[in-house]
């Protein structure tokens, strides 16, 4: 499990120097603008989406949930569910990986849009759907990586972890259908949050591929000390 963890992360990590180096090529950036326009164009257009309104509820609250401030807390509560087993009433240590590797995160992304000058979506790109999670747009000048791509696929790592191992310490008649319940939402809300950035206009396709880069390299790193 470790070994597969360390050769994921070190491949993530890795992918994202590279990717972090040669964004600015013309190759991706014509990729970026072709994947924008045509998600924004087959959500818009789709015969089953014509709800604009539901649509973009649904885009901005999956952002919401994996904003800088709600997922702090998620990380706080993770990592006090890790840090302390009431069956064996002991305490871990290591649980700290967590806001460690969450920090990690934070100062990749201050790299990335202060070194890394990638320039964001014209304003023009950007839905201001009516909706429930009103969000105040900035059209930030640099958009390279997605912050809220990384930092809702780690926590869809350290989740599932934490998931897994509650579920191995205990015995119970649960079907393993009702088991794979939390590892199908974590999934979900990855996918949701990841194409909600590139609809929403706040980030290109090379943006989003580079948090989640990020998100799961340092995610599977912390598994290293968390099993």
């Known amino acids: 499990m470790k070994r597969i963890a360390l050769g ?107 070194i890394v000058h990638h320039p964001s979506p014209p304003f023009s790109m950007i839905k201001h759907p009516t909706s429930l999670f009103p969000a105040n747009y900035v059209n930030e000048q640099f958009s390279y990586p997605s912050g809220h791509a990384a930092r809702a696929l780690f926590i869809g790592i350290i989740g599932v972890l934490l998931y897994l191992k509650s579920t191995l310490t205990k015995e119970n008649g649960k079907s393993r259908v009702y088991k794979m319940v939390p590892i199908i939402l974590a999934v979900v809300y990855v996918l949701l949050v990841s194409i909600s950035r590139i609809y929403l206009g706040e980030h290109w396709f090379s943006d989003v591929l580079g948090g989640l880069l990020l998100g799961s390299g340092i995610g599977c790193l912390s598994l290293l000390f968390l099993v």
């Open 8 to 114: 994921v992360s070190i491949c993530c990590l890795v992918a994202f120097t590279f990717l972090s180096k040669f964004e600015d090529r013309p190759q991706l950036r014509n990729l970026d603008f072709a994947v924008t326009v045509k998600i924004q164009e087959r959500i818009d257009r789709s015969a089953h989406l014509r709800l604009a309104s539901l649509v973009g509820n649904i885009m901005e609250g999956s952002t919401f949930f994996a904003s800088p401030a709600f997922t702090s807390v998620v990380v706080i509560v993770l990592a006090v569910g890790m840090a302390y087993d009431r069956k064996k009433k002991r305490f871990y240590p290591m649980a700290m990986v967590i806001p460690i590797g969450f920090g990690l995160i934070l100062l990749a992304e201050l790299y990335g849009k202060s």
